[in-house]
């Protein structure tokens, strides 16, 4: 091994112990650390990853990549550290082209943005938020004018989640999708809706850990490599491919949503846990392609978990768990998990208006960033696509615009990604019948840890040495569409909803 | 403020830092880790725990200390970085008296001597650990020789634990009980015992745990700067003041483990909640005396815990959550949990033969530094211990001299300091009445929270800023005495036995 060699391996292992501490404080932060010790960790947490930076972004650390990356010394190293290499180089050349002090203008402004979102998401005021978002929206354009001078903002933006992803694609997947999801949707909506009194009950809080705790274990989920807490919003985080943890949150009044956090988040873990081990906290290791991840968590969650069939097998133990669904029959059940509302909030909503809640915000983003609309103009035009898509207008902004705190930290080109994930599942769930025949089968005689493994071997095990574009190519032999999805769409809602 | 304070003062907060991370590390390998990801964290504690003490025993540190002390400097440092300046110089000169590489093969032995114990305690074989014990004991030897050159080693060893303290004190304390309560606990043995039957069945775990919760609350454990865990055994850990943690283990067949941990570790916890937070993150802030420690946590377990009036206003919350409670009377609990047996196992043991189970381990510390009885007698005198104090007779080494784990890794002189608390307890006890009034009367009213408060300023906001004789000079205005806790004892369990 070369010298350097040798002095990159040390460096990315003290690198991975910084990162690992990084990530301990962040998930203690969000499930175990009480009010006031916040500030503790909060201060700890500066320091690391203040540290973690300026490793990052050390001339030391630029040096070995650009000797690394010489031929001779290039062509000796194995095939992951060549995409280690590869991949570090670009990322440091990207970033080592934006000046410090814009950089340092730009955290310092995403900080105060963030606070401003909240006190305004609060009052429901948009004027309090309107000149940080201006404001992130320059800066933004700025920063992706260093890192990828002459290419189209929003073309960096999707990129920056999606790798090899551009808006000329999205136009044409959420196209498609629209045409035949505006009708379906309103035949859906124009057709009986189940009673939904059953599920409004209390439901005990234990009682729903414990439900968790099957359906993790169901799906696949290794207790060996993962743990599980609880916190405000359901996540899931990794240290490697050993340790991978979710979280959840049980309401009291609302059953259903520990039970599908738990399928989703459990889809991200599972992912995660079955990475090659060997990428172990390095940039090949985790998947850093939302939509590509997003996919396999809506996969579990949508595909598998919506399905009358996911619950054939365990309807039962679910009734043992929680007492109250004696009184529900499956039927009733599956229903109300298939249930279509138009409804505000993105996150409350079900799997088919969910394209909407994304297509919405893509074309508000596209009109930031291409059609340059101003910000005052935002609300307007986002109560204004609310009535287009779904007939309903938020009675304020806080049910409107500020519902998300995505764009209050510049994550501008990141909504895209979760209905690129199910654009793909429509694909996977083809490819996987072709291979291995119908889900409903395999579900329904409570063979899911195949499908799991199907998903393992095709796409998870290649954490992110597979780009986006190469997974599709890799798994289904074509290009990105939408038809897939939408034949799953009309397929089921039709059956459901006797259309 | 001088050059070398401001540089003094970084450097305190960088060792913080570490520190802290260490702590979170340390937290989630007995909390939450998953298995596979055990390993990780071991890599990041080494690695950070190492640079901790490569920062605590600097050279760098060392001159700041020496210019610190100087009189033109430490006349101008506030009380509390006067007694921080003292307290590390002190421990770091004792400590750079050890040659680097003695101290290397003692952290080795210690480790080799651990993993040692466990297999031997598993094999119940003392002949696997008895090498490793011998090593670890010539070890201790030469390590105080250089510590505190001329002193009693068995001296040093209790005073590491519980500063101030020495076997000639201990003894007389010892001496004091041993008088009074070998004649006791004959009566009470002989005397008729409650049957234990209606604590034997199965309890549900989840109702365990909210018990606790009642507990902790109960006693005055402050949720805004606190978080429970579960781990393999009972602990409590703390960032800061404004982050102490308690741990529990919950057993389904013995219901009374949970509670009375719950209590103990809630003693440890509300003593480290309440000490005055401008001592935090430095040698000033928590308790590191081991004996006063103790006797917070015995405190609330015991003489607080097992009276019968403490349950008297939450008795019916009890019942609530544990239904098979309902079938206890308060009477039969208060017998169950002041139940005397003659048992083995320290950690299983009430608190009146508990006082046996450490006088035999002081003894046979004295036996081994003193005596310098060879290790493979260890053993027999262990056996002919148990029998002269309990009557009874181990039937193998696993219950007998290889149940704790404090020798494999040299805690020589810990011991003692569990059986220093109790004593103080009394003490405490009765100072407490007179300046508060009958402790049964205030926890039959439910007024608990005045005796915490009464702790709070009498003993924990102190942190480690008074040592153990201090805090009992100003607590009680009087030297150390076993005859209160023996008083306590005497009156306690006459009543109930009706000796």
Known sequence: MSETLEKFKQYLDKMKKYGHVNTLLYWDMKTGVPKLGQAGHVDALTYFSTESFAMATSSELSGMLKTL?????????????????????RDMDKDSRIPKERYEAFVRAQAESENAWEEAKAAADFSIFAPHLEKMIALTEELAGYTDPGRDVYDVLIDKYEEGMDAKTVDRLFGELKEGLIPLVKKILAAGQPDDAKFQGSFDVDAQRKVQDMLLSYIGFFREAGAVGESEHPFTLNFSSRDVRVTNHYYEHAPLFAMFSAIHEGGHAIF???????????????????????????????????????????????????????DISLDEFYREINHVRNSFIRTDADEVTYCFHIILRYEMEKAIFLEHVPVEELPGLWNQKMQEYLGITPSDDAEGILQDMHWSGASFGYFPSYLLGSIYDGMFLEQLEAELGP?????????????????????????????????????????????????YFTKKYTEIYHL
């Not at 079955?274 to 172990?280: A, I, K, Q, R, S």
């Not at 998947?287 to 579990?300: A, D, L, N, P």
């Not at 890799?474 to 939408?486: D, F, K, S, Y």
């Open 69 to 89: 990356s010489q031929p001779e010394e290039f062509s000796g190293l194995s095939d992951t550290m060549q995409f280690i290499v590869t991949r570090m180089k």
């Open 272 to 326: 995660e846990q079955n990475v090659n081990p060997e990428y172990d906290n390095t940039v090949a290791g985790s998947c850093r392609y939302m939509g590509i991840h997003e996919s396999q968590s809506r996969f579990y969650e949508n595909i598998l978990g919506r399905n009358r069939n996911f619950w054939l097998p365990i309807y039962g133990k679910l009734q043992d768990l929680l007492p109250q669904f004696r």
């Open 439 to 487: 889900v409903d089968e395999l579900l329904a005689s409570g063979r899911i840890l195949e499908i799991t493994k199907w998903l393992n071997e095709k796409i998870h095990r290649y954490g992110s040495t597979r780009k986006p574009k190469e997974v599709l190519a890799a798994v289904c032999g074509r290009e990105v569409t939408a038809e897939p999805l939408l034949r």
